[in-house]
């Protein structure tokens, strides 16, 4: 191989393996591994469906995944058929990462509570920050999750910036507030979830994800619960929630429900009748509640 040949070929390697992959499907581009932050020398990446007609701006919608937080192995691939659909609906849409709890340290969780909060709400702020780029409307974000993906959607949606929990992996100029979110069987006040899930193994990934049991830390299951923080001009939230779950009981969602209906904030809530535990992010619902809110004129 002749030199210039081999210039080109490492090139052309280089270029794969240093930018992010995009491909175009139907309707929309895809562009994967995208690093929005890099916080404790931990990249964080999130994928990205946009629509490939119009010029925009587009609003744009997050989609968290669930894992217990970390407390299974799970990724923001698995976000990724939502993010699809959503751009095919005229969304700019983005699955991403946030720092596990599986990850160690001297036998402890490295990254609890409220780093995964500062994580989403990052992304958040590296969107709008990027608006122009990547043809986003600044003003129109909604943020989606399942189970924990749902609870920290919630965090995001209800939380300030007076409650201390935006974290400091930059664009500080740039505001993390959503105008609209949609939970699939979230938690929502953590106390009540740890003592009353049917589930073996959830306490554990709460008290992993926490730090100890609700005996042990009552102030920070408090602080990390969403309920917390309702307010009555809050973004209008959709949650979606199976019947029968026995992960994250619907008790779970009637608690939000009334917290919201007490401070004159904005809450739907839709209950699959027989509905196990199941993420309904996705589902047409979901795109109709977003709409509503999102692609309204400003």
Known sequence: MSKRYLVLFLAIVCYQFLTPVLSWSGDFSFEEDIVFAIVDQVELKLDMASP???NGPYPALVYIFDGDWGYWPAGRNVCRSAIRRAAERGYV???????????????????????????????????????????????????????????????LGLTRPSDGLEGSCGYSEYSSRVQAVVSSAGPTELTNLYLYTENRFIPNAIAVFIGGSPQEMAVEYTIASPVLYVYKDAPPILT??????????????????????????SHTLIIRKYGGHADFTAQLEAFEFFDKYLKQEH
Not at 100 to 125: L, M, N, W
Not at 134 to 153: K, M, N, Q, T, V
């Open 93 to 155: 849409a983005v699955t991403i990462d946030y720092r596990q709890t599986s990850i160690r340290e001297a036998g402890q969780a490295k990254y609890r509570f409220p780093d995964q909060v500062h994580d989403v709400k990052c992304a958040v702020r590296w969107l709008r920050a990027n608006a122009k780029k990547y043809r986003i409307d600044p003003e129109s974000i909604g943020a989606a999750g399942f189970c924990c993906g749902g609870h920290l959607a919630l965090m």
């Open 52 to 54: 490939v007609d119009g």
């Open 240 to 265: 979606i929630h199976g019947e029968s779950d026995n992960y994250v009981p619907i008790k779970q969602a009637f608690l939000l429900d009334e917290k919201m209906k007490e401070m004159g904030a």
